[in-house]
């Protein structure tokens, strides 16, 4: 396992993050997603620490609050010690009714951080995300609550999940004019099969030193190798089809995967993870699990390599079609050359 910063930040956080989404549902979306109780969550905790993860993501809306609960108390349960590792939840979607119930306002995220806390059962979170962009908030209303939030004590840092790049740089510039706590990392989508963040938002982000966490590294199952042009098979995505992925496209990376992981001796799942972690920008990969045999596949992930050939079939086989103003930057980016050209 290796250890990266988070963005310009001086947290230090392992490659691989243990997500906790399956833990905790009961019925509905969250039932569909995972149903692990306490004992079997605390499994995983623990497989994840002994593998070298330091990292831990949550939030509030998974399960209903009983994802952080149950993660909280597999820690409290596993006997680790608070400062060795990062606990990282998030805060917007709706925890009750009316039209306060969810958002990204002051008054619902220091309603909601108390709740957060109490779960957890601790007195910090080391990273409070805001889980996507509310419309109806002002960003400067959103980034003082969590300046607040960070001069308490209560969070040690603040990041966004599911922004776009402009509204991402907003925050960014926000925080610095105001002198708010920056913001040290996005959480966003981003796989082999679905590469979308590579037009603006990871040139964004490698500009504002703002790290990169991966949510659904296998496009929510479709890149663990169960799914062929033939028969999508079961799993989640039978009867959870997200994230949306271009199947056509998708299924030509998959062709390549499989057959380097034949080569190999690895799974596909492992390649895919593997490629994340040759991406300069992705700071932190989020894996999750239901069952202890899926965990432990993921996790040997770390110890793929890739030759530059065999990067260079990947990238081509997964690279996203041209679209303005890509296509024109590139034409126009020769046009001064670089310093040393100049002299």
């Known amino acids: 396992m290796r250890y990266n910063q988070l963005g310009r930040s001086g947290l230090i956080v392992s490659e691989l993050c243990l997500g906790t989404m399956t833990f905790g549902g009961e019925g509905g979306m969250w039932g569909r997603i995972g149903q692990l109780r306490q004992e ?9 620490l002994d593998a070298g993860i330091n990292f831990f993501d949550t939030a ?15 820690l409290k349960n596993l006997g680790v010690a608070r400062d060795e590792v990062v606990v990282a939840t998030k805060v917007l979607g709706r925890m009750h009714d009316g039209p306060n119930g969810a958002g990204a306002s002051r008054g619902h995220i220091l309603a909601q951080v108390e709740k957060s806390l109490e779960r957890l059962g601790t007195g910090h979170i080391d990273l409070y995300q805001i889980h996507g962009f509310d419309t109806a908030t002002p960003i400067e209303e959103t ?22 790049a402009w509204q991402v740089m907003k925050a960014v510039g926000i925080a610095a004019a105001r002198d708010y706590a920056s913001i040290a990392s996005l959480q966003a989508y981003y796989t082999i099969a679905g590469r979308d963040l ?34 999508e098979g079961e799993g989640r995505r039978a009867g959870f089809d997200f994230p949306p992925v271009d199947k ?6 998959v062709d390549v995967l499989r057959e380097l992981a034949g080569a ?19 700071s932190s990969v989020i894996i999750g699990a239901k069952r202890p045999d899926q965990l432990a596949d993921n996790l040997g992930a770390v110890d793929v390599a890739f030759s530059p ?25 020769g046009y001064r050359g670089g310093p040393s050209e100049r002299r």
């Open 248 to 253: 056509e496209r998708g299924y030509d990376v």
């Open 143 to 164: 980034l003082y609550a969590l300046d607040s939030l960070v001069k308490r004590g209560v969070v040690r840092y603040v990041g966004l999940s599911n922004w776009a």
């Open 264 to 282: 190999k001796g690895r799974s596909v799942a492992q390649l895919a993870l593997a490629w994340l972690l040759y991406q300069k920008a992705v």
């Open 60 to 74: 509030n809306v998974y399960a209903e609050g009983r994802s952080e609960r149950i993660l909280g108390q597999a």
């Open 198 to 231: 590579e037009r603006e938002v990871i040139p964004m982000l490698q500009s504002e030193g703002v790290g990169l966490m991966v949510w659904s590294p296998l496009a929510g199952g479709f890149l663990s190798g169960k799914y062929t042009r033939e028969g």
């Open 309 to 333: 050939e065999e990067l260079e079939r990947l990238d081509a086989v997964s690279k996203l079609p041209a679209e303005y103003p890509g296509w024109m930057l590139e034409r126009q980016g």
């Open 40 to 48: 079997e969550a605390d499994a995983l905790v623990k497989a994840a």
